[in-house]
């Protein structure tokens, strides 16, 4: 049986759900002397049975970015990594995959896959600090511009800024973040299509459309299934789960992943063997994780809507109508476990609040099994300027919050003590 018949095993004509697959999708263990598990593959380089193979390997590699080339060697593609590739595709229902080191990294080479000097990138706002800080440093160093939709829900707000950009230059790609981090502000799929499609018509090439994933899917939010072309993750956060290992990946239809993964291949930007054998052992209980961590967080999120020392709680539960509720409807299946809130006060409370946290760690990132909690404007987004920062909502008095797998109980106990205590001078 060879591993693409493994692939497509069927139980009873069922076609099986992605909680299952994760067991055992893309490994057939009689390939690996029986392994039930998938061995880490520590080699840096793989050989060939003939010259000729050798060729053909290098000649489909520089056409198909690796994707189908065979194994040649590690910063190219390895096995871990294949199906580690082969999990996510499925999970997000997209065509293709591409791994990689780090968030950032897939970010980057998915926007540098699309991107020539002179263009400009449409992008909603707020995004993650890493990425404002590329779009509009890094990148506009090598003569990129960048535009921000100030509102991914408002049709004005979008057509504002399609016009403010195509006045500025050729526009390859639109780059979303939904929820975005650190506020849960929503982006309309369907207005990107909108906008996609209005942008072909004034410049001839329709925009690859990237979307930020990572506080939602691939559990609770499936971009592809909206007409996104290329869904982008922090593994780091949830589908790794652990805070243990730093990854991202690149998901979506067969001709722009090809696109992405030569560029990966240029930059040597892959995930290595024992990173990408995690991402396989967390895809087996991501669900599970998250559904019991989102669970925790609108509990949480509810309780402090009725604090009295809360200002505003910035969680999709607390988005009780108007467009904002009619997208989160339309596009999400769950809130996820990730989201903040104002307290009343600034800088000062909200640091006497993190200070006196026992159960909740002092910690950037998201998505683990433990919770974590952060001050966005002097972590996060502290490289974004100030004027973006406050326009976006990320001031002072923001928290974020990241729910893990403790009891919410005591959770909410442990927020009630560091509300009080912020309170204190």
Same mark, same amino acid.
């Given at each position: 049986?060879?591993?693409?018949?493994?692939?497509?095993?069927?139980?009873?004509?069922?076609?099986?759900?992605?909680?299952?697959?994760? /067991?055992?999708?893309?490994?057939?263990?009689?390939?690996?002397?029986?392994?039930?598990?998938?061995?880490?593959?520590?080699?840096?380089?793989?050989?060939?049975?003939?010259?000729?193979? =050798?060729?053909?390997?290098?000649?489909? /590699?520089?056409?198909?970015?690796?994707?189908?080339?065979?194994?040649?060697?590690?910063?190219?593609?390895?096995?871990?990594?294949?199906?580690?590739?082969?999990?996510?595709?499925?999970?997000?229902?997209?065509?293709?995959?591409?791994?990689?080191?780090?968030?950032?990294?897939?970010?980057?080479?998915? %926007?540098?896959?699309?991107?020539?000097?002179?263009?400009?990138?449409?992008?909603?706002?707020?995004?993650?600090?890493?990425?404002?800080?590329? %779009?509009?440093?890094?990148?506009?160093?090598?003569?990129?511009?960048?535009?921000?939709?100030?509102?991914?829900?408002?049709?004005?707000?979008?057509?504002?800024?399609?016009?403010?950009?195509?006045?500025?230059?050729?526009?390859?790609?639109?780059?979303?973040?939904?929820?975005?981090?650190?506020?849960?502000?929503?982006?309309?799929?369907?207005?990107?299509?909108?906008?996609?499609?209005?942008?072909?018509?004034?410049?001839?090439?329709?925009?690859?459309?990237?979307?930020?994933?990572?506080?939602?899917?691939?559990?609770?939010?499936?971009?592809?299934?909206?007409?996104?072309?290329?869904?982008?993750?922090?593994?780091?956060?949830?589908?790794?789960?652990?805070?243990? %290992?730093?990854?991202?990946?690149?998901?979506?239809?067969?001709?722009?992943?090809?696109?992405?993964?030569?560029?990966?291949?240029?930059? =040597?930007?892959?995930?290595?063997?024992?990173?990408?054998? /995690?991402?396989?052992? $967390?895809?087996?209980?991501?669900?599970?994780?998250?559904?019991?961590?989102?669970?925790?967080?609108?509990?949480?999120?509810?309780?402090?809507?009725?604090?009295?020392?809360?200002?505003?709680?910035?969680?999709?539960?607390?988005?009780?109508?108007?467009?904002?509720?009619?997208?989160?409807?339309?596009?999400?299946?769950?809130?996820?476990?990730?989201?903040?809130?104002?307290?009343?006060? =600034?800088?000062?409370?909200?640091?006497?609040?993190?200070?006196?946290?026992?159960?909740?760690?002092?910690?950037?990132?998201?998505?683990?099994?433990?919770?974590?909690?952060?001050?966005?404007?002097?972590?996060?987004?502290?490289?974004?300027?100030?004027?973006?920062?406050?326009?976006? =909502?990320?001031?002072?008095?923001?928290?974020?919050?990241?729910?893990?797998?403790?009891?919410?109980?005591?959770?909410?106990?442990?927020?009630?003590?560091?509300?009080?205590? $912020?309170?204190?001078?």
């Amino acid at each position: 049986m060879t591993t693409r018949d493994y692939r497509r095993r069927k139980v009873g004509g069922r076609r099986l759900r992605p909680e299952t697959q994760m /067991m055992s999708y893309g490994y057939d263990p009689f390939l690996s002397e029986g392994a039930v598990k998938p061995p880490v593959f520590l080699t840096s380089t793989f050989a060939f049975r003939t010259a000729e193979e =050798g060729a053909s390997f290098f000649d489909s /590699m520089r056409t198909d970015g690796a994707s189908d080339a065979g194994l040649i060697y590690s910063r190219f593609n390895h096995p871990n990594l294949e199906i580690a590739e082969d999990r996510l595709a499925l999970f997000d229902e997209g065509e293709g995959a591409a791994v990689f080191s780090s968030g950032m990294a897939a970010i980057t080479s998915s %926007l540098l896959a699309f991107v020539r000097p002179g263009d400009v990138v449409l992008h909603s706002q707020p995004l993650y600090g890493g990425t404002e800080t590329l %779009l509009t440093s890094s990148l506009a160093s090598l003569g990129l511009g960048a535009v921000g939709v100030s509102d991914g829900v408002s049709r004005g707000a979008v057509d504002d800024a399609v016009g403010r950009a195509l006045g500025r230059g050729r526009v390859p790609v639109i780059f979303v973040e939904t929820p975005a981090n650190p506020t849960n502000a929503l982006v309309d799929f369907a207005l990107i299509a909108a906008a996609a499609d209005a942008i072909a018509t004034h410049q001839g090439l329709r925009p690859i459309t990237i979307c930020d994933n990572t506080l939602l899917g691939p559990v609770f939010q499936k971009p592809l299934r909206h007409g996104i072309d290329v869904s982008v993750y922090s593994l780091t956060k949830y589908i790794g789960g652990h805070s243990d %290992l730093v990854a991202g990946a690149a998901i979506g239809a067969a001709e722009p992943i090809r696109q992405i993964r030569r560029t990966r291949s240029a930059f =040597g930007s892959q995930l290595d063997p024992h990173s990408s054998w /995690m991402i396989g052992r $967390s895809l087996e209980t991501v669900t599970l994780r998250m559904e019991r961590a989102a669970a925790s967080a609108s509990r949480l999120a509810a309780w402090l809507a009725d604090h009295d020392a809360v200002a505003t709680v910035y969680h999709p539960d607390t988005l009780v109508g108007g467009d904002y509720r009619a997208v989160f409807e339309r596009q999400c299946e769950g809130g996820g476990s990730t989201f903040s809130f104002a307290i009343r006060g =600034g800088r000062e409370e909200a640091f006497r609040l993190l200070n006196a946290l026992q159960l909740f760690k002092l910690a950037v990132s998201l998505g683990g099994t433990e919770s974590l909690a952060c001050h966005p404007a002097s972590t996060t987004h502290s490289g974004v300027p100030a004027e973006v920062r406050d326009r976006v =909502g990320v001031n002072d008095a923001l928290i974020r919050v990241s729910v893990g797998l403790e009891d919410p109980d005591d959770l909410v106990a442990d927020l009630g003590d560091a509300l009080a205590a $912020s309170r204190r001078p």
